[in-house]
């Protein structure tokens, strides 16, 4: 370990919920980072509510399961910590032991002390944990991170509490290392629409699905399938629910097909199979699977209010929704249908180019600068 005081780091210890399939970006993200700050010779290791994972950068996928802690963390090790996402009652006991042993603290919400989660009568419950522990991570934290200014703005806390520390830093997304050859390979017939991702009322599934029946039914002559990877998150179980059973019950219901969780190798095979992502999302903070299809040269469409879209340059492969409704919908897949061709090109040129602003090893270095700052200041 470098020693306090000087600029340099070997060590980040990353404080999370969860570390493993199947629990949205967040833990993706995460994995995305340490590869980065790896190559930068920053080892990250990663204690979890139930786990203690070592030198995550080194990790080619995400774990399924976590293994309970059975190793003793010695946070003299670390030269710093990262607390990642909210609501982990870990969180508040790491990082007061940190600031004992003079460490210091990143924070990055990651999303998750947005207006857009504080929504839901369930939702209410976590004001209390927000005023009890949350708050502390803000007031202890040496920066706070946002994955973009849509982040910063949606944040719940009131600006005052975060705009001193505040620093904007996007996902690193670095894709594919070369795009399969699509053209030599049969692929299926018909205009193909993948969504994934945990399903709730703010990302937009049942405005998809009822646009893409009733475009389906106005177009009897295209042939058209909806691939839904996902479950439902948490407390939307009747909401997935009711989805299941309009397909089920409509004249097109066939057309749409509801796959599960998708993760880890088997992703790669989802975007391959698909011609447009959709992300019909009322908010997203960041929104790494966007840049997860722009890589895999696949076009997109999506709302409006989706972060990542803030590092996006102008391009023809992405459409974005004037609004999140079934009618914005069918709008878009009737200009996907007309422009298949272009939209297909389009995709592919945005997937053979590096996206400016997300580049892995810039990011990584933009938190190595943060963190030297910091630990310069604690000289």
Request: charged letters at 25%.
């Amino acid at each position: 370990m470098s020693v306090t005081g000087t600029g340099k780091i070997s060590r980040l210890l990353i404080v999370s919920k969860f570390f493993r399939v199947g629990f949205g970006g967040v833990p993706e993200s995460l994995l995305q980072l340490a590869r980065h700050l790896g190559a930068a010779a920053v080892s990250t290791d990663v204690l979890t509510r139930n786990g203690y994972h070592r030198h995550v950068g080194d990790l080619e996928f995400l774990p399924m399961t976590e293994d309970p802690l059975s190793a003793t963390v010695d946070l003299h090790t670390y030269d710093v910590a990262l607390i990642a996402g909210a609501w982990n009652f870990r969180s508040l006991g790491v990082a007061w032991r940190t600031v004992q042993r003079g460490i210091p603290i990143l924070y990055a919400p990651k999303g998750q002390l947005c207006k857009a989660d504080f929504v839901r009568l369930r939702d209410m419950k976590k004001l209390a944990y927000l005023l009890s522990v949350e708050i502390w991570l803000l007031v202890l934290a040496d920066r706070i991170i946002f994955s973009s200014t849509a982040e910063q703005r949606a944040c719940i806390v009131p600006a005052f509490f975060t705009r001193r520390k505040a620093i904007i830093l996007p996902e690193p997304y670095e894709g594919r290392a070369t795009l399969p050859d699509l053209g030599n390979r049969d692929r299926p017939t018909g205009l193909h629409i993948g969504f994934i991702s945990q399903a709730s009322p703010r990302k937009g599934l049942s405005e998809l699905v009822t646009g893409f029946l009733e475009w389906c039914r106005e177009n009897p002559e295209k042939e058209a399938y909806l691939h839904v990877a996902g479950t439902a998150i948490k407390g939307s179980e009747a909401y997935w629910d009711r989805i299941v059973a309009q397909a089920k019950g409509h004249p097109c219901g066939d057309r749409v097909e509801f796959l599960g969780q998708v993760s880890g190798p088997t992703r790669d095979a989802f975007y391959d199979m698909i011609d447009i992502l959709a992300v019909p999302s009322r908010f997203e903070s960041f929104c790494l699977t966007l840049t997860e299809a722009l890589w895999a040269g696949k076009p997109v469409f999506a709302g409006p209010d989706i972060g990542v879209l803030e590092f996006l340059p102008p391009h023809g492969g992405i459409y974005v929704l004037p609004e999140v409704t079934s009618g914005a919908v069918r709008g878009a897949l009737a200009y996907f249908s007309e422009n298949r061709e272009k939209m297909a090109a389009a995709g592919r040129e945005i997937a053979r180019k590096p996206i400016p602003h997300l580049r892995g090893r810039d990011i990584a270095e933009r938190y190595i600068e943060e963190i030297g700052k910091i630990k310069k200041g604690y000289s």
